[in-house]
């Protein structure tokens, strides 16, 4: 069963820091090109990072871009997102996802609030 689990989420105040991790099963992670994408309420989801296989390049939203890193650990077949320098527009649910060809897997997300 195809299955891709979000975790690490939470509340942090601006300037902090939280690593999102996205524990996949079923498949090979490190075959598929995977991203990280967000949705804010009231707004449509969009496209944070993403690491592509083969190759492992990486890009970002501009709105990311210098904060946040995207990294896969194929031996654990997890990904991560690490974010830094946090601000209160980060304030989203994180999704996983993972696409090859017509393979196209999203996990259920993980709520970040950025609050004081």
Do not use: H
Not at 1 to 20: A, D, I, M, T, Y
Not at 39 to 50: D, Y
């Amino acid at each position: 069963q195809v299955q891709l689990v979000e975790s690490g989420g939470g509340l942090v105040q601006p300037g902090g820091s939280l690593r999102l991790s996205c524990a996949a099963s079923g498949f090979t992670g490190s075959t598929y090109t995977m991203n990280w994408s967000r949705q804010a309420p009231g707004k449509e989801r969009e496209l944070v990072a993403t690491i592509s296989s083969p190759g492992g390049s990486t890009n970002y939203a501009d709105s990311v871009k210098g904060r946040f890193t995207i990294s896969r650990d194929n031996a654990k077949n997890t990904l991560y997102l690490q974010m830094t320098s946090l601000k209160p527009e980060d304030t989203a649910v994180y999704y996983c996802n993972a696409r090859q060809n017509l393979r196209n897997y999203w996990g259920q997300g993980t709520q970040v609030t950025v609050s004081s």
